[in-house]
């Protein structure tokens, strides 16, 4: 189980209530599909995604941003028991999706810059220690039932 | 392999943050020691509070050392092999998680926090690119 001290726990909400979600996630799968161009294997069917400007501008990559982020926001609800919470998404990403879960990983390094170059000095080192935690932690409940 | 426009956009990167140099280095340093406690077994040695006079001339090292790898982009090996030894031989610091992921995060970090939107997704992955190659180099002694 892992431990959040309240400052942690005051350092993501207080992150989290000024993140608009459908904007961040779009930016933050974007950026994933652009600087680690091998993630786009799991995306055939998304269309045109041959230059930063077409992934930036596609409109299932959006769509899919904002739903990986929505259900981060689920997370945050849920601290205390992840691995019960990405139970279900955690054996999605293994039997259908087939996705190694080092993604989640980079992912999870690509939202915290995304949430730096927004939040600019607000996004203290103590924000970012507690958000890469939150990260590293997303990521290893969502690879919990990999088998 | 960075690509004639990776070079160009990691230049005009480290032209925007030139003015504010001298604390890119400590800033990503200080956030790396504070997210990664395990990167601050290598500083034994070192005050590590925040404002340290130690990190401070460290991060200055640190950011000399990125700016000659920008002036030498067609040429990191070469620019960078006394560094490559010292990593090697005498520090013998871990080197794919240290350099190339745990600091190389905190840099864009800081380079994110101070050039807001401007750390465009096109930057954000020549940069990437650009610090993975002198990771590589940095690496290449090792064994």
């Known amino acids: 189980m892992v431990h959040w001290s309240a400052e942690e726990k005051q350092l993501i909400s207080s992150v989290w209530g000024k993140v608009n979600v459908e904007e961040c996630g ?78 989640f990983r980079l992912l999870g390094d690509i939202l915290i810059i995304v949430l730096a170059a927004h939040f600019g000095k607000d996004f203290t080192p103590s924000c970012q220690a507690t958000w890469q935690k939150l990260v590293g932690v997303v990521a290893h409940a969502l690879a919990h039932k990999y088998h | 392999v960075l690509t004639a426009e990776d070079k160009k956009l990691v230049q005009q990167m480290w032209e925007k943050v030139s003015p504010r140099q001298e604390d890119v280095g400590a800033e990503a340093l200080e956030r790396m020691f504070v997210t990664y406690p395990q990167t601050k077994t290598y500083f034994p040695h070192f005050d590590l509070h925040h404002g340290s006079d130690q990190i401070r001339g460290h991060g200055k090292k640190v950011v000399a050392a990125l700016g000659n790898a920008v002036k030498n982009l067609d040429n990191l090996s070469q620019a960078l092999s006394e560094l490559s030894n010292l990593h090697a031989y005498n520090l013998r610091v871990d080197p794919p998680r240290f350099s190339s992921q745990l600091l190389s995060q905190c840099l864009q970090v800081v380079l994110a926090v101070h050039l807001g939107k401007d750390y465009t997704p096109e930057i954000h992955s020549a940069v990437d690119k650009f610090l993975s190659a002198v990771a590589a180099v940095l690496a290449e002694k090792y064994r």
């Open chain 1, 26 to 103: 779009a930016e933050a799968l974007a950026r994933l599909l652009i600087v680690y161009p091998w993630t786009q294997r799991f995306f055939d069917n998304f269309g045109n995604l041959s230059s930063p400007t077409a992934i930036i501008g596609n409109p299932k990559v959006r769509a899919h941003g904002k739903k990986v982020l929505t259900s981060f926001g689920d997370a945050i609800k849920n601290l205390e028991n992840l691995k019960a919470t990405y139970s279900k998404l955690s054996e999605l990403h293994c039997d259908k999706l087939h996705v190694d879960p080092e993604n």
